[in-house]
Each structure stands twice: as C-alpha cells, then as structure tokens.
Nanobody, 124 residues
Framework: VEPGESGGGLVQAGGSLRLSCAAS????????MGWFRQAPGGEREFVAA????????YYADFVKGRFTISRDNAKNTVYLQMNSLKPEDTAVYYC??????????????????WGQGTQVTVSS
C-alpha cells in the first residue's frame, strides 16, 4: 500500500487543518493507519493511529482532545483533524500503514509503509 498525504499548509495558532491520506495498492481496509510528525531538527514522533476497522484509536498525549483520527474505507482514506493548533505543532506530517497494527505502534521503525509527508506550519 502506498500512502499519499495532502492538506498541509500554513495556519495561525488556534486554527484548524484536516490532513488526508489516500492509500493505493493493496486492500486498504486490511491496514492499520497512523500519523507521525517530524519537526525541524527533531526526531519522528507518534501522533495518532487507527485500527483497520476504525474501532480503535490511539493518540499521543500532546494531541489528545485536539486531534482526531478517522478513516473512510470506502474512499481508501484516513484523516487527521487538527484543532487548536499551536506553533509547536509545526512539522512534516507523515502517513503510515501496516497490517496488522504494530504492537509497538508508537515507534517509527515498527511501520512498514510511509508517505512522503506534508508540511504543517502554525504561526504565532
């Protein structure tokens, strides 16, 4: 499966963005999906993940209550709704996929498929 992100851009602090990840290739609905991010000079860090059915979701503590991950298997797309954005959310956001959900899903190396990333910039 090949993830492809879209929806990044420049937004003011307190604003919202919705990232999309359309995955082509193998049966999308078999795959757990997730999002990581990497700020300039930083390491890739886990943001959120969702099970193949959408029935289970997982979040990093720093986005709980602000970000929501969801998926539409009919459209082969996973979304990351980001609200109340902060300047520290500025990063390249990557979509990831794997079957099944990796036990160590918070670890970048656990995921097999990666998108190219989309830039999110939050101005203060």
């Amino acid at each position: 499966v090949e993830p492809g992100e879209s929806g990044g851009g420049l937004v003011q602090a307190g604003g919202s963005l919705r990232l999309s990840c359309a995955a082509s290739g193998r049966t999308f609905s078999n795959y757990a999906m997730g999002w990581f991010r990497q700020a300039p000079g930083g390491e890739r860090e886990f943001v959120a993940a969702i099970s193949w059915s959408g029935g289970s979701t997982y979040y990093a503590d720093f986005v709980k209550g602000r970000f929501t991950i969801s998926r539409d298997n009919a459209k082969n797309t996973v979304y990351l709704q980001m609200n109340s954005l902060k300047p520290e959310d500025t990063a390249v956001y990557y979509c990831v996929a794997d079957d099944p959900l990796p036990p160590r899903y918070r670890t970048p190396a656990a995921w097999e498929y990666w998108g190219q990333g989309t830039q999110v910039t939050v101005s203060s």
